[in-house]
Nanobody, 126 residues
Framework: QLQASGGGLVQPGGSLRLSCAYS????????IGWFRQAPGKGREGVSC????????????HYADSVKGRFTISRDNAKNTVYLQMNSLKPDDTAVYYC?????????????????WGKGTQVTVSS
């Protein structure tokens, strides 16, 4: 139901855009997020975006480490969420996952996500 793509090898300072295609969600409110896991580290939230039928629609969250460099966006017609990553650093190297929170049990927390896609590798290296 969630498929991440767009990873690759990029030099420091470069850019990548990740895509998360999702399907099967019939709810009016849900959160799609990007998470990452670096070698030897736990999984962490990167960015999330909310879809709802109310005033919170389009709300976004960013981890402090990516603010000002990463931008999350969506194309509702394509059921796709994007993560534009600019000014990439070696510390951004990780497997990136997209995930969905279907009951809004948290706000961009690993424990609150209900469905996960397979990851895509991002490597930032010269």
């Amino acid at each position: 139901q969630l498929q991440a793509s767009g990873g690759g090898l990029v030099q420091p300072g470069g850019s990548l855009r990740l895509s998360c295609a999702y399907s099967g969600f019939t709810l009016d409110r849900y959160v799609i997020g990007w998470f990452r896991q670096a070698p030897g580290k736990g999984r962490e939230g990167v960015s999330c975006i909310m879809t709802s039928d109310g005033s919170y629609d389009g709300n976004t969250h960013y981890a402090d480490s990516v603010k000002g460099r990463f931008t999350i966006s969506r194309d509702n017609a394509k059921n796709t969420v994007y993560l534009q990553m600019n000014s990439l650093k070696p510390d951004d190297t990780a497997v990136y996952y997209c995930a969905a929170d279907l009951d809004l049990g948290s706000w961009c927390e690993v424990y609150g996500m209900d469905s996960w896609g397979k990851g895509t590798q991002v490597t930032v290296s010269s």
